[in-house]
């Protein structure tokens, strides 16, 4: 299935784009997501970053799907 | 529209004053923006405290280069969601008059305000509390991202501590 994937800060200047489309397995998780997303951008390895689904901050076992609004979002650093 | 219905219904008044504001602002948060807020509360005669956080962006040395500015970014929609919970529950957890809270996006340079948040009670230990409790969950919450520019026009991405 495809997703729609959105980068924010740090994660969008490595990515080069603030959002795009991935190809994933259907049972794809939040954890599958990270391993597929690491090994596109290798700058991610050494990166922290969370997952948001639909605006929460999802955890790793949290399966996908294509009409979720799924967000790389790096370290928080605001105020 | 609004301001019909708070006429019309002054008993709602309290609760429209606690929905949905907007937290963001283009570029620095001006002194007499916040002056502003303050002589607002004037006419609001039940608090007897006010306590206001300002965060002002550091001109921090590193490797030898000095921060010029922050640009801030943020996932806007969820950061207006967190904004909001986090709103909710320091307003169940103390007893307030009234919160406001302004974050910029965009440029700010070294000296400039970045977050202004204000919080009003009818005394100063509800206000000191509850103005911790916030600026600690918006720092931890909120998914805001500071990029910190150099004079050289390089940068790196901030992380709050």
Same mark, same amino acid.
């Given at each position: 299935?495809?997703?729609?994937?959105?980068?924010?800060?740090?994660?969008?200047?490595?990515?080069? +784009?603030?959002?795009?489309?991935?190809?994933?397995?259907?049972?794809?998780? @939040?954890?599958?997501?990270?391993? /597929?997303?690491?090994?596109?951008?290798?700058?991610?390895?050494?990166?922290?970053?969370?997952?948001?689904?639909?605006?929460?901050?999802?955890?790793?076992?949290?399966?996908?799907?294509?009409?979720?609004?799924?967000?790389?979002?790096?370290?928080?650093?605001?105020? | 529209?609004?301001?019909?219905?708070?006429?019309?219904? *002054?008993?709602?008044?309290?609760?429209?004053?606690?929905? $949905?504001?907007? @937290?963001?602002?283009?570029? *620095?948060?001006? *002194?007499?923006?916040?002056?502003?807020?303050?002589?607002?509360?004037?006419?609001?005669?039940?608090?007897?405290?006010?306590?206001?956080?300002?965060?002002?962006? $550091?001109?921090?040395?590193?490797?030898?280069?000095?921060?010029?500015?922050?640009?801030?970014?943020?996932?806007?929609?969820?950061?207006?969601?967190?904004?909001?919970?986090?709103?909710?529950?320091?307003?169940?957890?103390?007893?307030?008059? +009234?919160?406001? /809270?302004?974050?910029?996006?965009?440029?700010?340079?070294? %000296?400039?305000? +970045?977050?202004?948040?204000?919080?009003?009670?009818?005394? $100063?230990?509800?206000?000191?509390?509850?103005?911790?409790?916030?600026?600690?969950?918006?720092?931890?919450?909120?998914?805001?991202? %500071?990029?910190?520019?150099?004079?050289?026009?390089?940068?790196?991405?901030? @992380?709050?501590?």
């Amino acid at each position: 299935m495809d997703i729609k994937v959105r980068y924010f800060g740090m994660i969008a200047e490595t990515a080069n +784009c603030t959002e795009e489309i991935l190809s994933v397995d259907k049972e794809c998780n @939040v954890d599958e997501l990270k391993k /597929i997303l690491k090994s596109k951008y290798q700058k991610l390895q050494n990166s922290s970053f969370t997952i948001a689904i639909d605006k929460q901050i999802a955890s790793d076992t949290n399966k996908l799907n294509s009409n979720h609004e799924i967000a790389l979002l790096p370290p928080f650093s605001g105020g | 529209m609004r301001l019909h219905y708070y006429l019309l219904f *002054p008993e709602d008044k309290k609760n429209f004053m606690k929905k $949905r504001k907007t @937290v963001f602002q283009e570029g *620095p948060i001006r *002194p007499a923006f916040i002056a502003n807020a303050i002589e607002k509360h004037q006419t609001k005669t039940t608090i007897g405290a006010h306590d206001i956080f300002l965060g002002q962006v $550091r001109a921090d040395e590193i490797d030898g280069k000095v921060v010029k500015s922050i640009e801030y970014t943020a996932y806007e929609e969820m950061a207006e969601n967190k904004f909001q919970e986090i709103r909710e529950a320091t307003f169940s957890k103390f007893e307030l008059t +009234c919160m406001h /809270i302004y974050h910029s996006l965009g440029n700010v340079n070294a %000296g400039e305000i +970045c977050l202004f948040v204000f919080v009003s009670a009818p005394h $100063r230990k509800t206000a000191f509390n509850a103005l911790e409790f916030l600026v600690e969950e918006i720092k931890k919450e909120v998914p805001v991202f %500071g990029k910190e520019i150099f004079e050289d026009e390089t940068h790196i991405w901030k @992380v709050n501590n």
